[in-house]
């Protein structure tokens, strides 16, 4: 009777620790979609390095891409741009965040290049300081999401991620 006892308490241990030690992937997101890039993002439960394994739509490798702000840059957001592809080209992903590759029950993620075309004269550079709701800690490594809108359309999602001086 002992040792059952102990053999189970050995694998309620054992499956607490594989549990901590993953990092749920939520709230991903595809953003800043241009002829030759994107950006991917997403949150995690604990702290871990993120990147992506991008593969052509026939589930080629093509490269894996790192965060932004590093390739051994620990949180539990993750921010990577994706660049240097064709316009008008259809690509999947799988996500890893440390060791952990989430290719979406494989399914693998979807993105898409829109088209090459000239950008505005002129600038619409959103910008500003970020806080947590206490209004005066910066909102270090978070990401922002925006939408530009007016009374009949709005862009698609365009993205950023805060850097140590809340910007």
Known sequence: MKIQKLFLLIICLNFSL?????????????????????????????????????????????????????KHFIGDTHYINVTNLRSNTDFVFSIVSDDRVDDNNGQFYKASTGSNIIPPTGSFQPAGKVFIKDKTTIAENAIVYIVVSNDVEQSAPLSTYVDQNGY
């Open 18 to 70: 594989i549990n901590i030690s993953l990092a749920a992937e939520s709230q991903i997101m595809v953003t800043n979609v241009t002829g030759s890039q994107f950006t991917i993002s997403w949150v995690t439960e604990n702290n871990c390095t993120g990147k992506v394994n991008l593969y052509d739509n026939n589930f080629s490798y093509i490269k894996t891409i790192t965060d932004e702000r590093g």
